[in-house]
């Protein structure tokens, strides 16, 4: 087999510390959006990854991340990954990353991926999304060689 590379795409919703700054909600918020250009290729491989910026005092909270395939708004219908992960006392900020795959990606000749985090019913009290924020992928297809 012979892999060959398809695209690479990134998405920064906030490259620093301290930024967004806004609070986690129950209500999933959107915070990368990226469109692999993939060439109509049957049985690709979709590498998808993103790290988030988490601050919370209380100790006990979680936060999810969600991935979706096919579109920029949320719907449950799309979800291709789920994270929930608890949150480290941290008032100045912690990193979280994750990494997913998309093995069953349809053909087409592009395909959105959108990252969406939200709090549970506790941390949406205290936590906060203090960056940084990215979100990025890569396509690739194993072929004969």
């Known amino acids: 087999m012979v892999g ?74 799309n979800v291709i990954y789920t994270a929930t992960l608890g949150v480290r006392v941290s008032l100045f900020g912690d990193l979280y990353s994750f990494s997913a795959q998309d093995l069953l990606a349809p053909a087409a000749a592009e395909t959105i991926y959108s990252a969406f985090i939200f709090g549970g019913p506790l941390i949406v009290l205290s936590g906060v999304r203090s960056g940084p924020e990215v979100f990025w992928g890569i396509a690739s297809h194993s072929a004969p060689g």
Do not use: C, E
């Not at 967004?20 to 690709?44: C, D, E, M, S, Y």
């Not at 979680?62 to 949320?74: D, M, N």
């Open 4 to 77: 060959t590379f398809l695209d690479l795409r990134s998405s920064m919703n906030s490259s620093r510390t301290g930024f967004p700054n806004v609070p986690l909600t129950t209500t999933p918020a959107l915070f990368g959006v990226i469109g692999l250009q993939t060439g109509n290729v049957v049985n690709k491989v979709i590498t998808l990854n993103g790290t988030v910026g988490i601050s919370d005092p209380v100790v006990g909270n979680t936060f999810t991340i969600q991935v979706l395939r096919g579109t920029t708004t949320y719907n449950a219908a």
